[in-house]
Each structure stands twice: as C-alpha cells, then as structure tokens.
C-alpha cells in the first residue's frame, strides 16, 4: 500500500516537472515567433539573412528582423532599426550585425538581448531597465562586450573596438573579451578597447560628437499608420513632435497590447520617455 502511494507521488511530482518544462518550452517557442526589431528608416540598401538563408536578401522599410537573423549595411547606406521595447540601433555603411538574442516577457518588459557587431559600428538608444536590475541589453565587438541601459552611444569594432558615450542618465559597463578587465564607462567619454591590454579612456570632444551625428544621421520614416498616438505630451519637445504629426507608440506590439500606447512597454501608466529616444524619432533633429 505504502509503494502504492510512493509510486502516485512521485507520478504526481514527475507530471507537475513535465507540465512546467512544457510551458516553459512552449513560451519560448512563442517568443521565437515574435519579431525582435523592424526598420523604421533605411538610407542606400542593406541586407537580411535568417537561419536557413543560403545568401542575403534586399532589406525594405518595415521589413520585420527576428532573433537570429543578420543585418548587413552597403556602401554609403544606414538602416535604424526599433526594438519591441523601443530602443534604437542605427547602422552605419558597410557594417553587418546579427541579433543573436532578444526575449521580452510576458508583462512587456525586455528580458534579455545580445547584439553581436561583426564588423562597422552602431549608434544605440537604450530603454532603461528597471531600478536594481542589471544592464540586459549587450553588445558584442571583436574586442569588447558591453551591457547597456538608458543610454546614447556609439561602439565601433574595429580590432581595437572603441565605446563612445554620448549622453543618457543609464550606464555601459565594458569588459574586455582577452584581458577579462571591466570597467563602468561615464557620460560624455569613450573607451578603447585593445586585445591583451588595460582599456583606456578620454573625453568625447565636441569634434567627435559632431562627426558621429553626421555618420549616423539617417531620414526618418514615418512608422506604420495603425500605431495609435498617446495621450498629450508633457514636454516641449514631445509638444513640438506632435504638432510635426509624428505619431508615437511602438509598432511591433499588437494593437490590444495595454503597452501599445505607451512610450515604454516598461512603464504601464504610460506617456514617459527619455529625451534621447523621442529625438531619435524627431526628422527635425540632426540624428
């Protein structure tokens, strides 16, 4: 009798195991499903390549990029690419990315990301992340890899890879992929990051800020027209964009989303943004 009962709790403990790998297995196929940026402005040509994908293919405005997928910029070309929790990557010419990771959880915030920088350089718009938790948006160059939240900057990877931070209230945290040194990059200064050698640093002079600007100054595209507009803005400069008649919202989420209609899917009582992201948006503003 007692073997009977032994062998039904354990039956019923191997059973609840299975239902929760289940579940757990059928949420990240769901999450696979979901696309994890779309191109919201594209100057000259780029490229995409999934899994599967013998060679690349033409990349057009609103072409959904999946996890996995590779993005590759031509000559004389920028792409700028909207992540699910609206942050902002912008390629510059000859320059190839893969987005090896990108998860969101259920409750529409951002649960993990990983960019892997192959070869060229990209301006990035962080979402901030919640308070306490760590920088979960990383970016990986040939020499460095680097988490990141709340910030505007540049990373180059050209062996060595140099990190610049342009503004932003977030953090870069910077580590050195053959030394292992890590080391918290402050606003307004860069980093060069040098295989087998201490990483050093300097200030971003107003020369390089401008010349950045201009490599990644790209036309804005207007996002698709079923994005629906939130509420009044509450700064000047979202008071400026919306008599522009540039529309807000984040278009890779589904219409019913309660996080549609917010500026961060993190902040469910919406209408909050970053400076930098909403004039990363803004044609009126040399981005």
């Not at 757990?24 to 490229?47: F, R, V």
């Not at 990315?97 to 959880?105: G, H, L, R, S, V």
Request: aromatic share 6%; hydrophobic share 40%.
């Amino acid at each position: 009798m007692q073997t009977a009962r032994k062998s039904l709790w354990w039956g019923l403990i191997l059973g609840c195991c299975c239902a929760s790998v289940l579940a757990g297995s059928q949420a990240a196929m769901a999450q696979q499903g979901q696309p994890a940026a779309e191109i919201i402005a594209l100057l000259g040509n780029a490229e995409i390549k999934s899994p599967g994908d013998a060679q690349f293919r033409p990349a057009k405005l609103q072409d959904k990029l999946y996890p996995q997928d590779q993005i590759r910029t031509l000559k004389d070309s920028r792409a700028k690419l909207f992540f699910r929790d609206e942050s902002i990557l912008v390629l510059s010419e000859n320059t190839t990315m893969d987005i090896a990771k990108f998860q969101m959880t259920p409750q529409g915030e951002r649960q993990s990301a990983l960019m892997k920088l192959l070869n060229g350089s990209v301006r990035f718009i962080i979402q901030k992340v919640a308070a306490g938790v760590p920088p979960n948006f990383e970016i990986q160059g040939k020499t460095a890899i680097m988490g990141i939240r709340g910030t505007d900057g540049v990373i180059e990877s050209r062996s060595p890879d140099r990190i610049v931070f342009l503004g932003g209230a977030g953090a870069i945290v910077i580590r050195n992929l053959t030394t292992g040194q890590t080391l918290t990059l402050t606003p307004n200064n860069f980093m060069v990051v040098t295989p087998g050698r201490p990483m050093t640093t300097g200030p971003v002079t107003p020369t390089m800020r401008q010349e950045l600007t201009t490599v990644f100054q790209v036309a804005q595209s207007q996002v698709p027209g079923t994005v629906v507009t939130p509420g009044p803005p509450t700064t000047a400069l979202l008071r400026q964009l919306q008599a522009a008649g540039i529309n807000f919202g984040n278009p890779l989420i589904s219409q019913d989303s309660p996080f549609r209609n917010t500026f961060s899917p993190s902040t469910q009582g919406g209408g909050t943004t970053q400076t930098p992201l909403s004039a990363m948006h803004s044609p009126l503003l040399p981005r």
